[in-house]
């Protein structure tokens, strides 16, 4: 693990994959929000404040994780003085926030795969998972490798809508999902099919 003091109120914690293997954990488990993972992060938190003096008591945090190719992770963690926290509490009260809601009424539905590691990973998975219903998700399902990435396409979804949310949830955690399916599939119709 390294630690490094950017600033008087931003430091950066580098955990590469031995730090990971010391504490039993993965990418998905780190980014869980379960309690070892924060144990593990106070646990960082104490380390940073006696190496560099980074002291988070009484302060408020702000966390930025970011997962490299070479399976590490760059934490950057930023204190947020009192004075500034407050300033922006009341700039956020009168800011509406409004959320987008998913349309999960597509009969196509194509996510995007960063490597085939990660849709092994993801198969692997959700073959362990118990929240599906346990029926086909789709009647076809189709894996395409384009400019080194890898599509999953799947057509005429057969979950009930529920299921549906919670699968759609489930797989954003390991892909990104294309909000254009049937444009980017038209051009993935021109490429090598893996399955």
């Known amino acids: 693990m390294k630690i490094e003091k950017l600033n008087e109120d931003k430091i950066r914690i580098t955990l590469d994959s031995n730090d990971l293997k010391e504490r039993n954990i993965d990418f998905h488990s780190f980014m869980s929000n ?42 950057t963690i930023t204190r947020i003085r009192p004075e500034i926290a407050e300033k922006d ?22 996510f995007c795969f960063q490597s085939f590691d990660d849709y092994c990973e993801y198969c692997s998975s959700l073959k362990n998972s118990d929240f599906l219903e346990k029926k086909p998700i789709a009647k076809t399902c189709m894996l395409y490798r384009y400019q080194n990435l890898y599509y999953l396409v799947l057509k005429d979804i057969q979950l009930s809508q529920e299921a549906l949310a919670n699968f759609f949830a489930y797989t954003t955690e390991f892909a990104e999902f294309i909000h254009m399916p049937n444009l980017v599939h038209t051009k993935l119709l021109n490429t090598e099919l893996l399955s």
Do not use: P
Request: hydrophobic share 40%; no cysteine; aromatic share 10%.
């Open 89 to 110: 509490l009341l700039r956020k009260k009168k800011m509406k926030i409004k959320r987008k809601t998913m349309d999960y009424n597509h009969q196509l539905f194509l």
């Open 34 to 75: 379960s309690i070892s993972t924060q144990s593990i992060f106070v646990d960082m938190l104490k380390k940073a404040e006696k190496e560099v003096g980074f002291i988070t008591k009484n302060y408020k945090t702000m966390i930025e994780a970011f997962a490299t190719s070479n399976g590490s992770f760059i934490l």
